[in-house]
């Protein structure tokens, strides 16, 4: 049967950890969220390693990770450690599909070498705005364009520059599953954007893009920081006559503070709470709570949740865990 015949309008979801850190409550939310989307319509789940930050990937995290999904009580169908058609399905071992999407890139006349650093262009930028990306490429690099039959420019490897792909001006709207009609111009927000790093690994736009059409996605659910990403990959989708999978951005769980849930907030892994002998069950069913799709205090397996899934709509609202809360997530106890 041919690849794609095979998965002919099945619902195929996926959660995408990076190996970065011990997973916590907010990430756990998030991955039971794309796990419930995918059983909810009888889909299949995979499990893909983010693992082209190099800088930043710790060894053994990724085993950890998977193993502490486990405990909670997810499984995927196809992943690093159980295989299936679209291996490998972790990232640093899928190069090779990267390199043809940027030689596609190149060939269209879309790509560019971009010598600038952040500081050039922090300078250069003419409104410079502390957005999380920092700001708006300034356009410096733009008209040197990659040759694509000079082999060096695209030459797997560190390099003395980045490549970016351009950008046209205008709005790219989208119809997300849980944030509804949403448009960006990344254009304006962000410009042309990096597609491969100096250090020679595909960027993330680049390879969540290839990734998600190579492993046949129909749905991405992710956190809703990746809101604003979704433009810029769908400009690729487009400029690699790629298919545009349905979007689901999940709300954030946020720490006292406002923020991103993140460790300095005290945020508890699952690893934490694994240890302290808390019950998967009691985890599961605090993070279905937060969504309303537990009663408070309920013991869980997400399993039981999947029924109560279907057709629920999800807040469109951050969830704030308060100190107290997060006290009690130590403790292992029960409520908000
Ligand atoms: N690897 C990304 C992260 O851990 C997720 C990317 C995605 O789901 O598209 O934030």
Sequence with gaps: MPHGAKFARMVRGRFAPSPTGA?????????????????????????RVEDLDVGRVRPGIMQTQLDELRWL????????DVGGPCAPYVQSRRQALYDAALRRLAEDGR???????????????????????????????????????????????????????R??????CFSD??????????????????VRRKDGAAA??????????????????????????????????RALALPVPEFVH??????PDGERLAKRHGAVSLGELREAGVPPERVAGWLAATCGLAQPGEAVAPAGVVARFHGARLSTAPTTVTQAGLARRRGGGAGG
């Design 23 to 47: 997973l916590h409550l907010g990430n756990a939310r998030t991955a039971l969220l794309a796990w419930l989307h995918a059983r909810a319509h009888g889909g299949a789940f995979v499990m």
């Design 167 to 172: 950008v046209e001006a205008g709005d790219v």
């Design 111 to 165: 790509l560019f070498q971009c010598t600038c650093s952040r500081r050039d262009i922090a300078q250069a930028a003419s409104a410079p705005h502390a957005g999380e990306e920092g700001p708006r490429y300034p356009g410096t690099c733009r008209a040197r364009l990659v040759d694509p039959s000079v082999p060096s420019l695209l030459a797997h490897g560190r390099a003395h520059f980045a490549l970016r792909v």
């Design 73 to 80: 009580g997810l499984d995927w169908d196809e992943g690093p």
């Design 250 to 255: 999940v709300p954030l769980m946020l720490g």
């Design 204 to 237: 993330y736009q680049l390879a969540v893009v290839v990734d998600d059409a190579a492993m046949r996605m129909t749905h991405v659910v992710r956190g809703a920081d990746l809101l604003s990403s979704t433009a810029r990959q769908i400009l690729l989708c």
């Design 177 to 194: 599953g849980v944030m509804g009609d949403c448009c960006f111009d990344p254009a304006a927000e962000t410009g042309d954007f990096v």
